[in-house]
């Protein structure tokens, strides 16, 4: 046996070697192969790097043709071959984009200009066959590709002429731009440099591969011509030497580790054999034998072996008292089948561990559940059955529990052996041994995976309907932001248009009603926001002091006409004693007074509209105002009351007359509800509804009333004042066009940037006392040149201007550095008060009121006058009247000036200071509107 042992350690020995050796092997063999994938590596860095130096050097030729391509000037160049024109342009982009020659054709090919800034001659015409120039717009817009010529190789890019209106290039092209530049050598020895390789140009050939062996990358690719077909080849060969020194190196290395295994292994031998082998002989034949004997002398000795020894002396001494506890055990195994049987048919899981957590015991019912059987899960801890579901901290909690000896129970998500997520209600508890030690941990688990689902698929389904409540929030926002940049431009031009003395009376009023138009469009794209802005939670109150009365009689003011024009009744009712100044927000008060009113009209025609208002205390809080819109119109069907508040819903009757956006009543009713009220409905159909209206409010002492400013138009800068330089910063340009004009007109200096960083440029070069800011802007934003502009110390006013209309577009261009701001679209007055308030400017004003108001002298019209007009005429004009049909009424009135201008001066004035009921007396007094 002694042998037989020796002949083993010296056969493991013998394989210990071969295995290093071996591996030494290996591991040369892996450098090998790490250093050639490194070279490859850098096989492909470099010809990547190649790549991105060609493509950089034709990006600014293919940037000067794009440019120049989507000019109008170009355009007009077509038809006119202005020479100065192309001199200034062409010519000077040539240096500018580092380009050799320009070729412009007409759509039918047709040379109509050609420069060059070469000495040589040769290239008046594209170095292309005329045949060819069809076939390179027909898949594209734009084309590259190279040539040769009679002195080199020629890059040529080319692009299809259009307007700058024609943004996506659909129409057809206007003609066709293209430019070149000549590979000289001076061209391709500066690419050489810019790629550290030698580069040259020759016959088309097979790329080349790497050359390891002279540490040398060597490769290429063919430049193609106007076909798609190879016109030469560009050879690059790059040197490497560091791949040597690795592969000396590397070798070195390998030396290294060969003999220091070899010394390594002759020591472990030396020692193996004198501590191992020895002791292991001697336990084997005291083990033969069954005799402590052999053993008696390593007994002795400190190291392992001799434990050894000393364990098999132990062992035969107690191998006869372990044959009388056999039988002892037999008698407690047969107590322990009962619970075993118990266990094994429970329904519930039972899974025992030690208090390490290993897993000693698992029932069937572990099995049925999770997938693991008895001997997968045994010797494995819990965690084969972790999901990753709970945080870490929540199995440092249950352990904490646990090790201070008590019980654990929880709901704990686990995945079975095929990956299926689980739910299991579990309670552990410890076992405690006689001395009341813990020694096992015991966990009964129920599987609750139904219910939990049920549970979650509620929860999607709450997360998934509010996450389309954000997402439709989200594009009515963006929708509205989108909206209000046009119109800024659409207001801004109507109102510069209408400053102009020269208008004519007709074309006075189409601005007037361009105008009232957008305004109109305003206000549903303002519901729109407000509901975006409620739905996104960005409402707050904003309560202050104010005059309840006032605001009533504003209210009956403005409705009055309304209601005379639709010969309706309509009054205003306070009963009780309805205090006068009250806090709260006066804003969101009025828009819902007047959204139910507005409704109420819309929806009458015959009868009348009541408002009552009533206070009441709301027990110590405050006050409780109360108001009821009762109108006698056309009523709402019962099946449609319980989709009256909801969003874009309209009932039978607002289709009918097809107004509204079905907004209105579901703003209002989240207002109210934000004011501590609500509103309800009733309503019977074809006699009329009453919506009733309530909101907490404080009362309030009363206030020290501002009086209004008349609005005046600014006519120009009060002379003797200092020089203003305004910088408009907008990236579209009609808006950029619009702020100009609105200050230029008045006299300040003003000059335009289209982003950030052309701003920054025009403020360090010309040093503006006042920037108007858009916010969102491509290259850099408003909110970043801002803050660039406050880092850099510049005493210069900052207006923001952008057309997202959200309180937290405020607070971040306030925190950005801006001076004030102002929202799109504006009104002139807004905006000349804004810059008088930054800059401190004086006006001179013009003796008449705002844009499209009537001056403060007007022609007088009598009843006399009245009656000259035919009858026909006279009862269209009442008829628009009553109906406030304001475009007809204007109309009719332009018939009238050529028969009487005086008289259509008059009735011109009346209509457009809205003073219908006077046009109804003087016409209804002389003339039957029948």
Same mark, same amino acid.
């Given at each position: 046996m002694r042998l037989k042992v020796q002949?083993?350690? @010296?056969?493991?020995?013998?394989?210990?070697?071969? &295995?290093?050796?071996?591996?030494?092997?290996?591991? %040369? #063999?892996? !450098?090998?192969?790490?250093?050639?994938?490194?070279?490859?590596? =850098?096989? =492909?860095?470099?010809? %990547? $790097?190649?790549? !991105?130096?060609?493509? !950089?050097?034709?990006?600014?030729?293919? #940037?000067?043709?794009?440019? $120049?391509?989507?000019?109008?000037?170009?355009?007009?160049?077509?038809? @006119?071959?202005? &020479?100065?024109?192309?001199?200034?342009?062409?010519?000077?982009?040539?240096?500018?984009?580092?380009?050799?020659?320009?070729?412009? $054709?007409?759509p039918d090919y047709t040379l109509v200009y050609s420069t060059s800034n070469l000495s040589a001659d040769g290239f008046t015409k594209l170095p292309v066959p005329k045949e060819a120039q069809s076939l390179l717009f027909r898949k594209t817009r734009q084309c590259l590709f190279f040539a040769m010529t009679p002195h080199g190789l020629m890059l040529i890019s080319g692009m299809t002429i259009h307007p700058t209106a024609d943004s996506e290039r659909k129409t057809p092209p206007l003609g066709y731009f293209f430019s070149g530049r000549l590979w000289s050598k001076e061209f391709v020895s500066q690419l050489s440099r810019l790629t550290e390789s030698e580069l040259s140009l020759g016959p088309i050939q097979p790329e080349d591969t790497p050359e390891k062996r002279t540490n040398m990358i060597s490769f290429g690719r063919p430049l193609t011509g106007w076909n798609g077909r190879p016109v030469t080849y560009i050879h690059a060969r790059r040197e490497h030497p560091i791949f040597g020194m690795l592969d000396r190196a590397a070798r070195r290395q390998f030396a290294l580790y060969f003999i220091s295994s070899f010394a390594l292994l002759a020591l472990f031998y030396f020692f193996f054999v004198r501590w191992v082998s020895r002791p292991l002989g001697a336990i084997s034949r005291s083990l033969d034998a069954e005799s402590t004997a052999p053993v008696l002398a390593l007994s002795r000795d400190m190291t392992e072996f001799g434990h050894i020894a000393q364990l098999i002396s132990r062992f035969f001494s107690q191998r006869e008292e372990l044959v009388n506890e056999i039988g002892e055990r037999k008698r407690a195994e047969q107590e322990l089948r009962k619970l075993w049987r118990a266990v094994e048919q429970s329904p519930t899981t039972v899974v025992i561990t030690d208090t390490r957590g290993v897993i000693e015991y698992v029932n069937p019912a572990f099995t049925r559940v999770t997938g693991y059987g008895m001997k997968e899960a045994i010797g494995q801890t819990p965690r084969i059955l972790k999901s990753d579901a709970h945080p870490p901290g929540f199995y440092q909690a249950m352990w904490a529990t646990l090790t201070e000896g008590g019980v654990w129970h929880g709901e704990v998500c686990n995945r079975k052996k095929s990956g299926e997520v689980y739910w299991e209600y579990t309670e552990i508890a410890p076992v405690r041994n006689a001395q009341g030690n813990v020694t096992h941990y015991v966990a009964i688990k129920e599987d609750v995976t139904e219910r939990k689902r049920a549970a979650e698929e509620l929860r999607q389904a709450k997360e998934a309907a509010d996450a389309a409540n954000r997402a439709k929030s989200l594009f009515l926002a963006n929708m509205s932001h989108e909206i209000r940049t046009p119109m800024n431009a659409i207001l801004g031009f109507s109102q510069l248009m209408q400053r102009d003395p020269s208008l004519t009376p007709p074309q006075r009023q189409h601005l007037t009603a361009i105008n009232r138009s957008g305004e109109h469009l305003m206000e549903l794209i303002s519901d729109i926001l407000e509901m975006s802005k409620i739905e996104a939670g960005r409402v707050t109150l904003n309560p202050a002091p104010f005059d309840l009365h006032g605001l009533l009689r504003d209210l009956e003011m403005m409705f009055r006409l309304r209601a005379e024009a639709k010969r309706l009744r309509f009054s205003v009712e306070r009963i009780g004693q309805v205090p006068r100044h009250v806090v709260g927000d006066e804003n969101k008060l009025r828009q819902v007074f007047i959204n139910l009113l507005g409704n109420a009209f819309k929806f009458t025609e015959q009868g009348g509209v009541t408002l009552r208002v009533w206070p009441e205390a709301d027990g110590g809080r405050g006050l409780r105002l109360w108001a009821d819109v009762e109108d006698t119109g056309l009523g709402i069907a019962p099946e449609e009351m319980g989709r009256l508040f909801h969003y874009f819903e309209q009932a039978q009757a607002g289709r009918k007359v097809a107004a509204g956006t079905g907004l209105g009543l579901a703003i209002s009713r989240e207002f109210a509800r934000m004011m501590g009220g609500d509103i309800t409905a009733s309503s019977r159909e074809g006699q009329g509804s009453v919506f009733r209206f309530h909101a907490t409010l404080q009362e309030a002492d009363a206030p020290a009333e501002a009086g209004k400013m008349p609005v005046r138009r600014v006519r120009r800068l009060r002379p003797g004042q200092a020089h203003y330089r305004v910088l408009v910063v907008e990236d579209e340009e009609d808006n950029g066009r619009v702020l100009a004009r609105f200050l230029g007109q008045v006299g300040f200096d003003v000059r335009k940037a289209a982003n950030g960083k052309e701003a920054l440029e025009e403020i360090e070069k010309w040093s503006p006392q006042l920037v108007l800011m858009d916010l969102a802007m491509p290259v850099m934003s408003g909110y970043d040149a801002i803050r660039r502009i406050r880092a850099e110390g510049k005493r210069v006013k900052i207006l923001a201007i952008t057309a997202r209309a959200f309180d937290e577009s405020r607070r971040d261009a306030f925190e950005a550095g801006a001076d004030d701001f102002i929202t799109k679209p504006f009104r002139e007055e807004e905006l000349y008060e804004m810059v008088q308030r930054l800059l401190g400017v004086e006006y001179d004003y013009a003796e008449s009121a705002a844009p499209g108001s009537l001056p403060e002298k007007r022609e007088e019209v009598t009843p006399e006058d009245a009656a000259s007009l035919p009858a026909a005429l006279a009862a269209e004009i009442l008829e628009a009247t009553v109906k406030g049909d304001f475009d007809r009424v204007m109309d009719r009135i332009q018939q009238v000036e050529a028969g009487d201008a005086r008289l259509a001066a008059g009735l011109r004035d009346l209509a457009e200071q809205f003073d219908f009921q006077r046009l109804i007396e003087l016409l209804s007094k002389e003339k039957s509107p029948c």
């Open positions: 002949t083993k350690m @010296t056969l493991l020995i013998s394989l210990v070697i071969s &295995a290093i050796l071996a591996g030494l092997v290996s591991m %040369r #063999a892996v !450098q090998a192969k790490r250093e050639s994938i490194l070279f490859l590596n =850098e096989v =492909e860095v470099s010809k %990547r $790097y190649f790549e !991105q130096i060609l493509k !950089q050097n034709s990006a600014s030729l293919t #940037a000067f043709v794009n440019d $120049y391509s989507f000019w109008d000037d170009m355009a007009r160049f077509l038809k @006119t071959r202005d &020479a100065e024109w192309a001199a200034d342009n062409i010519v000077t982009g040539l240096s500018t984009f580092k380009a050799n020659a320009a070729w412009v $054709y007409k």
